[in-house]
Nanobody, 127 residues
């Protein structure tokens, strides 16, 4: 079983920045494509960004392009999400997720394709 633990959330003013981390254990990190999702109150969980096993392939939802940056450190078994120019609409609980993929360049944007999830970290953006 793969365990995922998110950290780095908090309260930030609009225009500010946060960096989320997702530390993993219990599996071979480099076997897994990773994703970040978020869920705001009263809304469905939505895809934010995904990164392939190799780290070469990334996909962002349109609303965060140019502001968010995903990266991974396979030596530290950790995936990061740098969030800049945060907006009130970015406020949500952010979840990281992992899915084992056969190919190093595969990414997944559908939450149903992910096998493992963290508990989430709250991001609050004040206007």
């Amino acid at each position: 079983q793969v365990q995922l633990v998110e950290s780095g959330g908090g309260l930030v003013q609009a225009g500010g920045s946060l960096r989320l981390s997702c530390a993993t254990s219990g599996g071979t990190f480099s076997d897994y494509a990773m994703g970040w999702f978020r869920q705001a109150p009263g809304k469905e969980r939505e895809f934010v960004v995904a990164i392939s096993r190799s780290g070469d392939i990334k996909s962002y939802t349109d609303s965060v392009k140019g502001r968010f940056l995903i990266s991974r450190d396979n030596a530290k078994n950790t995936v990061y999400l740098a969030m800049n120019n945060l907006k009130p609409d970015d406020a949500a609980v952010y979840y990281c997720a992992a899915v084992k993929t056969a190919w190093p360049t595969t990414i997944r944007s559908q939450s149903s394709r992910y096998d493992y999830w963290g508990q989430g970290t709250q991001v609050t953006v004040s206007s």
